[in-house]
Structures are given as C-alpha cells and as structure tokens.
C-alpha cells in the first residue's frame, strides 16, 4: 500500500475518533456543533490535500506557516500560564495574530512562482485558531483558570476572556485564504487554456494542394 493512502486511511480513523469523542460532549442547538463542525471538515480537507500526489511540492513550500502558527500558539498559551492576566484580554493574542502573518511572509524565501499572501494568512489564522483553543479548552483545565460562561461564584481565579474574537479572525482569514486559492488556482487554469490555444494555432500551415490535371 502506498504511503500517501496509507497517512490517508491513518487521518481519517484519527478524524473519525475525534468526532465519536467530542460528539456527546456538544450541544445539539448551541454553537459548539457549529464550530467542531467546521474543525473537522477544515482538517479533512487539509488532511486530503496533505496526502494528495499533486500537493507535494506546495506542502513544502506550505509547511513552515502552520508550524510557526503552533510556535507561537504554544508560546502565548505559556505565557498565560506565566502571567495570567494575559488571558483576561485580547491584547497579546491579537498582537501575536497579526504579526506572525508578516514576519512569516517577510522570512520565507522566494521563489519562482512562490505567493507570499497564502503563507501569512496560514501562519495568522493557525495562530488565531490555537488561541481560541488553548483559551476555550486548554486553559480552563488548568487549576486557577475559568471560562468566560463559568458562574461568577468563582473567586480568586482568573477569568479568562472570550475568545469570540480569536474564532472571528479564524474564520475570516480562512475565507479570505480558500478566495485566495480558489482565484490562483482559476488564474492558473485560464493562462494554461490560453496558452493550449496559442499553441495549437502556431506555426505555418502545412496543408498541401497538388492539382490533378
């Protein structure tokens, strides 16, 4: 069996299992559904074109956005637990959103055909996505830590803040990304076309006419 069906067929039980584990824990009416929902399909369909044949070169050039977007995910998440009051705004997580998009792009090296928009916005929105988890899963696991819905009968904990806006982010910068895809991938194919048409309309006309009497 080949080894891109085989990480194929190993991405799919792990996405399988994630969803039988996460499916009872999830509100049928609230917006838990709606956001593990789209988590899903958006790892299904990167974990498709991961292992897709045409993919490799793309997934190289790809590879260091989300791997910075865990970097630095991680790093705030070990910052909150340092200086709680971190998590109590927004600040620092937007701060790390939005800087992490250039300097990805600003770092990476060029080449030919290379587009550096899709590269910041992979590192942003990872980024974005990895706060929102690490404050609406992670953190309210830890000892001194609470979420946002948690009744106000806590004390001498730090309440964490909402991380609507981190989701928002999320969900624009994905957007504005499958846009970004989706108008480089129809450029591509419209200049490919116009080329196969240029190219079957070159060169001189062969047809010979020899007379019969």
Known sequence: MAI?????IAGLVVLV?????????????????????????????????ATDRRSSAALRTAVP?????????AGWTALALAVPVIATGNTV?????????????????????????????IASAGTALLIFLA????????PGFVGTSHPPTFTDVTRLVDPVGELGIF???????GVDLLRTRIRTRRAASRAQGQ?????????????TG
Request: net charge positive.
């Open 4 to 8: 891109r069906m085989s990480a194929r």
């Open 17 to 49: 299992a994630e969803a039988t584990a996460v499916a009872p824990h999830v509100d049928d009416t609230g917006a838990g559904l709606w956001f593990w929902t789209v988590l899903l399909v958006l790892q299904l369909a990167a974990m498709l074109w």
């Open 65 to 73: 956005a989300p791997l910075t977007a865990v970097a630095v995910g």
């Open 93 to 121: 997580a937007l701060v790390a959103i939005l800087v992490v998009g250039p300097a990805i792009a600003v770092a990476s090296r060029r080449t030919a055909g290379q587009r550096r928009l899709p590269l910041a916005l």
């Open 135 to 142: 404050i609406s899963c992670v953190l309210p696991m830890v």
């Open 171 to 177: 969900v624009l910068l994905a957007a504005a990304l």
């Open 199 to 211: 190219g079957y309309g070159a060169g001189p006309n062969e047809m010979i006419i020899e007379r």
